[in-house]
């Protein structure tokens, strides 16, 4: 499947007020409106992701100069020295082999380096799998330090949703560290946040995201629900669209990611102290 977009461009001045939108009206409006704790649902463990293509690994200019800051051990391990900010981090490449496709370049939009980053969400860890915190922990410093390589000018990310169970999706800890770790720089110059095949799971995620995210940032997100839709937009050349996503039913009757009522019955006092101290 081929998708190759007449615009040459994307319009990103003004995504909160279009139907997509994260802030229209058929979406939750405060935490406070929520009775659910996303990290106390239980995941199904009979999900699958099926088949998944050999799309490349991330490639960027520069690769060369960030090759030289790994290093390997005596036990096998090859690590990667980062600075993220003006903090030095070492990474665990080799723990993280498996997952690295979970971002990759999209090429470009408009004039200049204005880059489209490509979040996979089909390719994060099980959260069953062994040493899953520790796999966490070394991936979220590779995507922090990817998107700061990446990024020359304005760029945006596409994130793709489809096809991933939620034990795969990331938890709502995990983005709210990723968000706090992006410099002012990259929060800036990010002109919007596309969510392909968004599922309720990842729009109750978001919703209750909202004490630690600014509304600026909430503004640039936008849905799309199909990669149709995605291609009138996006200039798809250059990105790489997980076979597991293309082969989806892309109507998506929550069928990936289920919850029932049970799942979402807790208290008030346990939402509250989800999100405290999150501002």
């Known amino acids: ?140 410093l590779y995507v922090i330090s990817s998107l700061e390589l990446l990024v020359a000018e304005d760029y945006m990310i596409i994130y793709l949703n489809g096809a991933t169970p939620r034990r795969r999706m990331p938890g709502i800890s995990w983005l709210k560290r990723c968000y706090q770790m992006i410099e002012r720089r990259l929060r800036k110059n990010l002109k919007c946040l596309i969510i392909a095949h968004p599922s309720w799971f990842i729009r109750t995620v978001l919703a209750i995201s909202r004490p630690f995210i600014s509304v600026k940032f909430m503004e640039k997100i936008r849905y799309v629900q199909s990669l149709e839709e995605l291609a009138q937009i996006v200039p798809m050349e250059h990105v790489q669209i997980p076979e597991c996503v293309l082969t989806a039913k892309h109507e998506l009757k929550e069928d990936v990611c289920t919850i029932t009522l049970k799942e979402l019955l807790i208290d008030k006092k346990t939402i509250n102290q989800t999100t405290e101290g999150m501002e």
């Open 1 to 140: 499947m081929c998708f190759i977009s007449s615009a040459s461009f994307i319009n990103v001045c003004d995504f909160s007020s279009s139907e997509g939108s994260l802030l229209s009206d058929d979406i939750l409006e405060t935490p406070d409106d929520l009775d659910i704790n996303v990290d106390d649902i239980d995941t199904p463990d009979d999900d699958s992701l099926g088949s998944l293509n050999n799309a490349n690994e991330l490639e960027w200019e520069g690769q060369s100069e960030i090759k030289s800051g790994e290093e390997g051990d005596g036990a096998g391990r090859l690590w990667r020295t980062v600075i993220i900010g003006d903090q030095e981090h070492r990474i665990d490449m080799q723990v993280i082999r498996p997952y690295l496709r979970v971002v990759t370049h999209g090429g470009y939009y408009g004039e200049g380096l204005n880059a489209i980053i490509v979040f996979a969400a089909c390719y994060l860890p099980d959260s069953g799998c062994a040493d899953y915190s520790y796999i966490m922990e070394n991936l979220f």
